[in-house]
C-alpha cells in the first residue's frame, strides 16, 4: 500500500470554527490532490498540488485553502466551516501527470454542526 | 472538458453471476480510463487501468474492462462475483494534462 496518512480521522466541529486536515505521504510523490466525497456525487477535486508551493483550484474549491510546504505534506484549510461542508475528505498522490494513476488514503471523516 | 457517466447507481446480482458496470465518457482528446474500488469505510484503490495499447484490460480479483472508442465505453465485467465484491466501484477519466474526473459510482451489492 502506499504510505499515505490522514489525520484526523474524524472529527466534529462547530459551525464557523476553523479546521485543517493534514495529508501526509512517504512515497515523494510530486502530485497530491484533496478530494471529498458525497452521496449522489462522487469524488470531487477540491484543490490539488504539483509541487511545493504550487497548488491550483478542482472543481469545488470555494470555502477552502491548501498549502504545501513539504512535498510530504499537503493541508486542507476550511476557513469557516459551513454544515454544507459535512463530507469524507480523501487525499490522493500520484507520482507523475501522464498516467494519472492516483493512490487514496484512507479518508477523513468530518461532521460540522 | 472531460465528463464521466455511470449509468447504474446500484446493481444487485446473485453469488457465482456475471455482472457488468457500465461507463461512458466524454472527452475531447485522448483519454486514460480508470476503475477504482471503494470497500466500506475504505479509501479508493485501483483496480484496472487502459492507458494505450489493447483494448481489453485484466485488473485484480479476475475483473476486465473493455475500452470501445467509438461508442465511448469503457465498462466493466466479472464473469462470476463473490460476496466480497460487495463494493462501491468508481469509472475516473483523463486527458493526461488535467486532473482525473470521475463518476457518481455505482454500488455493487451481492447476495448468497
Known amino acids: 500500500d502506499a504510505g499515505i496518512t490522514q489525520s484526523p480521522r474524524h472529527k466534529v466541529t462547530e459551525t464557523g470554527t476553523p479546521v485543517t486536515l493534514r495529508c501526509h505521504q512517504t512515497e515523494n510523490h510530486r502530485y497530491m490532490y484533496w478530494y471529498r466525497q458525497d452521496p449522489g456525487h462522487g469524488l470531487r477535486l477540491i484543490h490539488y498540488?504539483?509541487?511545493?508551493?504550487?497548488?491550483d483550484k478542482g472543481e469545488v474549491s470555494d470555502g477552502y485553502s491548501v498549502s504545501r510546504s513539504k512535498t510530504e505534506d499537503f493541508l486542507l484549510t476550511l476557513e469557516s466551516a459551513t454544515s454544507s461542508q459535512t463530507s469524507v475528505y480523501f487525499c490522493?498522490?500520484?507520482?507523475?501527470?501522464?498516467?494519472?494513476?492516483?493512490?487514496f488514503g484512507p479518508g477523513t471523516r468530518l461532521t460540522v454542526t | 472538458a472531460q465528463s464521466v457517466t455511470q449509468l447504474d447507481s446500484q446493481v444487485p446480482v446473485f453469488e457465482e453471476a456475471p455482472v457488468e458496470l457500465r461507463c461512458n465518457y466524454s472527452?475531447?482528446?485522448?483519454?486514460?480510463l480508470f476503475w477504482y474500488v471503494q470497500y466500506p469505510n475504505q479509501g479508493l484503490q485501483l483496480l484496472l487501468k487502459?492507458?494505450?495499447?489493447?483494448?481489453l484490460v485484466k485488473g485484480i480479483n479476475g475483473f476486465e474492462a473493455e475500452f470501445n472508442k467509438s461508442q465511448t465505453s469503457f465498462h466493466l465485467r466479472k464473469p462470476s462475483v463473490h460476496i466480497s465484491d460487495t463494493a462501491e466501484y468508481f469509472c475516473?477519466?483523463?486527458?493526461?494534462?488535467?486532473?482525473?474526473?470521475f463518476g457518481k459510482g455505482t454500488m455493487l451489492l451481492v447476495s448468497p
Open positions: 487502459y492507458l494505450s495499447g489493447s483494448t
Open positions: 475516473a477519466v483523463s486527458d493526461g494534462y488535467s486532473t482525473l474526473t
Open positions: 498540488s504539483y509541487g511545493v508551493k504550487d497548488t
Open positions: 472527452s475531447s482528446v485522448s483519454v486514460y
Open positions: 490522493a498522490i500520484s507520482e507523475t501527470s501522464g498516467t494519472y494513476e492516483q493512490y
